[in-house]
C-alpha cells in the first residue's frame, strides 16, 4: 500500500517554543492530508484538512494561529505548533488521501510531541 | 451528524477466546465508508478494513470477520482464537463520500487485551 512518512516520530520541547511536523505521502500524490491530534486513551480528533495549493481548513476549537499548517506541495503537509505549552502535549497523526478520491486514506507513523 | 460509537471500552480475554468489538454509526449520507484500525502500543494505525456502504456482504481475512448491518448501523469486528498480539487499542472509523473532504470520523477506541 501506499506510504505516509511522519518526520520527527518524537521531539521534547521547551514551553513557548515552536516545533514542525512533517507529513510526506512518498510513493502517491496527496491534494487532501488530514491532521489529527490524540491525547492519551482517547480517540484521535480531527484538527484540520490540509488543501495542497490553498488554506487549511480548521475544525471547530483548533486554534490556526497556533497550530500553523502549509500544504506546500502535493507530497508534503507541514504542521507547525507555534508557542507550545504542556497542554500540547499529544500524538499527532496525518493522514493522506490518493488524489483519486477513491476513499483510500493512509496513515502516517505518529509523531509524539512533549512539552516541557 | 455523522458519529461513531464503540461502547466497549475495555474488553479482557483469554488467549484462543473469540471476541466481538462493536461498532454503531450514524449518518444521513447514503454513500459512506466505514473503516477498522488496529492501534499497537506503538501508536501506529494499522488499517485493516473498509467498507463500501452498498456492500453489506461480510468479510472474513484470516482470525478477523466483520459483520456490517446496515438495518441496524453496525459494522462489528471479530477476532477469532484471540492471541496475544491482537491485545491493542481498535478504532472504528466513518468517512462520508457526500461530503468530499474524505476526513475520517472515529469511534472512542475499544481496548483489548488478550491475557496468556
Known amino acids: 500500500g501506499a506510504v505516509v512518512s511522519q518526520h520527527p516520530s518524537w521531539v521534547i520541547c521547551k514551553s513557548g517554543t515552536s516545533v514542525k511536523i512533517e507529513c510526506r505521502s512518498l510513493?502517491?500524490?496527496?491534494?487532501?492530508m488530514f491532521w489529527y491530534r490524540q491525547f492519551p486513551k482517547q480517540s484521535l480528533m480531527l484538527m484540520a484538512t490540509?488543501?495542497?495549493?490553498?488554506?487549511?481548513?480548521?475544525e471547530q476549537g483548533v486554534e490556526k494561529d497556533k497550530f500553523l499548517i502549509n500544504h506546500a506541495s502535493l507530497t508534503l503537509s507541514t504542521l507547525t505548533v507555534t508557542s507550545a505549552h504542556p497542554e500540547d502535549s499529544s500524538f499527532y497523526i496525518c493522514?493522506?488521501?490518493?488524489?483519486?478520491?477513491?476513499?483510500?486514506?493512509?496513515f502516517g507513523e505518529g509523531s509524539r510531541l512533549t512539552v516541557l | 451528524a455523522q458519529k461513531v460509537t464503540q461502547a466497549q471500552t475495555e474488553i479482557s480475554v483469554v488467549e484462543k477466546e473469540d471476541v466481538t468489538l462493536d461498532c454503531v454509526y450514524e449518518?444521513?449520507?447514503?454513500?459512506?465508508?466505514l473503516f477498522w484500525y488496529k492501534q499497537p502500543p506503538s501508536g501506529e494505525l494499522v488499517f485493516l478494513i473498509r467498507?463500501?456502504?452498498?456492500?453489506?456482504q461480510n468479510e472474513i481475512s484470516g482470525r478477523y470477520s466483520w459483520n456490517f448491518q446496515k438495518s441496524t448501523s453496525s459494522f462489528n469486528f471479530t477476532i477469532t482464537a484471540s492471541q496475544v498480539v491482537d491485545s491493542a487499542v481498535y478504532f472504528c472509523?466513518?468517512?462520508?463520500?457526500?461530503?468530499?473532504?474524505?476526513?475520517?470520523?472515529f469511534g472512542q477506541g475499544t481496548t483489548l487485551q488478550v491475557k496468556p
Open positions: 493522514s493522506a488521501r490518493l488524489i483519486s478520491n477513491t476513499g483510500e486514506l493512509f
Open positions: 490540509s488543501n495542497e495549493g490553498s488554506k487549511a481548513t480548521y
Open positions: 467498507r463500501n456502504s452498498f456492500d453489506e
Open positions: 449518518t444521513r449520507d447514503t454513500t459512506y465508508y
Open positions: 510513493d502517491f500524490q496527496a491534494t487532501t
Open positions: 472509523a466513518l468517512s462520508e463520500v457526500s461530503s468530499n473532504t474524505g476526513k475520517l470520523i
